[in-house]
């Protein structure tokens, strides 16, 4: 279970989280959804301290850290809890797709190469790309980069996978094999949080729907109270915006 509270962020004099409660059931699959600029990704980031939050408390299972006065290993611990995966993939360049899943085995896991080099190379197969292990990052499409990525953070094994908009940098013919990967992990029951513009994939894989705006969650529900009958006028705003006919579901 993920509970976050009064998580706070400002870059200076923009205050980007206003105070956020928000609670994630093991198991559970949370989209959350919102404009640009709505805070959906510093959100993301904090939980894992890309982002160090000015205020408030973070807790994943039984460990929970005080954003005010977190230490070393607090920050170590709760990353160690998570795993990201980014829009722009974040692999090395360097290394072959096998070599890219293997790296936080190998320096988080201290797994042995050749057991850390037979995990990845499985975990490559289950999305897809059993193929694709000695390709480097050049070699493989946009879709295939993310699939390398989405491997990666299944390797460590984590409590909770986040998404930052996991799609957005690919080609449009490109988003549903992503997508199709991500939903066959859903099923397996793996804690996730995604920060996503496909509403479809939201509406159709979510247990949860968060949605924000201006840097705070402004409404949440299950998705068919979300997409079709939202209660706060911002929401509904929001939903007519990127459905004109004024039909919600997607």
Same mark, same amino acid.
């Given at each position: 279970? !993920?509970?976050?509270?009064?998580?706070?962020?400002?870059? =200076? $004099?923009?205050?980007?989280?206003?105070?956020?409660?928000?609670?994630?059931?093991?198991?559970?699959?949370?989209?959350?959804?919102?404009?640009?600029?709505?805070?959906?990704?510093?959100?993301? $980031?904090?939980?894992?301290?890309?982002?160090? +939050?000015?205020?408030?408390?973070?807790?994943?299972?039984?460990?929970?850290? %005080?954003?005010?006065?977190?230490?070393?290993?607090?920050?170590?611990?709760?990353?160690?809890?998570?795993?990201?995966?980014?829009?722009?993939?974040?692999?090395?360049? /360097?290394?072959? &797709?096998?070599?890219?899943?293997?790296?936080?085995?190998?320096?988080?896991?201290?797994? #042995?190469?050749?057991?850390? $080099?037979?995990?990845? &190379?499985?975990?490559?197969?289950?999305?897809?790309?059993?193929?694709?292990?000695?390709?480097? +990052?050049?070699?493989?499409?946009? *879709?295939?980069?993310?699939?390398?990525? !989405?491997?990666?953070?299944?390797?460590?094994? #984590?409590?909770?996978?986040?998404?930052?908009?996991?799609?957005?940098?690919?080609?449009?013919?490109?988003? *549903?094999?992503?997508?199709?990967?991500?939903?066959?992990?859903?099923?397996? =029951?793996?804690?996730?949080?995604?920060?996503? /513009?496909?509403? *479809?994939?939201?509406?159709?894989?979510?247990?949860?729907?968060?949605?924000?705006?201006?840097?705070?969650?402004?409404?949440?529900?299950?998705? %068919?109270?979300?997409?079709?009958?939202?209660?706060?006028?911002?929401?509904?705003?929001?939903?007519? $915006?990127?459905?004109?006919?004024?039909?919600?579901?997607?």
């Amino acid at each position: 279970m !993920i509970q976050l509270t009064q998580i706070k962020k400002s870059f =200076g $004099r923009n205050e980007v989280l206003k105070g956020i409660d928000l609670t994630v059931k093991k198991g559970e699959v949370v989209a959350i959804l919102g404009p640009s600029g709505s805070g959906k990704t510093t959100l993301l $980031r904090c939980l894992n301290y890309l982002e160090k +939050p000015n205020d408030g408390q973070i807790t994943i299972d039984d460990f929970t850290v %005080n954003c005010k006065r977190p230490d070393k290993k607090d920050i170590h611990t709760l990353r160690q809890k998570s795993a990201m995966v980014f829009q722009q993939y974040n692999l090395f360049k /360097h290394k072959t &797709a096998v070599e890219n899943v293997m790296e936080g085995l190998v320096i988080v896991k201290k797994l #042995p190469k050749d057991e850390a $080099r037979k995990k990845s &190379a499985e975990l490559l197969e289950k999305v897809g790309l059993g193929n694709k292990l000695d390709a480097y +990052p050049s070699e493989l499409s946009g *879709g295939q980069q993310q699939r390398v990525g !989405i491997a990666r953070a299944l390797a460590l094994n #984590p409590e909770v996978i986040l998404f930052d908009e996991p799609t957005s940098a690919l080609d449009p013919e490109l988003v *549903g094999e992503v997508l199709s990967v991500i939903r066959k992990i859903a099923k397996e =029951g793996i804690t996730m949080i995604i920060v996503t /513009h496909e509403m *479809g994939f939201a509406q159709d894989v979510a247990n949860h729907v968060v949605f924000m705006d201006g840097g705070v969650i402004v409404e949440e529900g299950k998705p %068919n109270e979300i997409f079709n009958y939202p209660k706060e006028e911002r929401t509904k705003q929001f939903l007519k $915006r990127i459905t004109p006919e004024g039909v919600y579901s997607i």
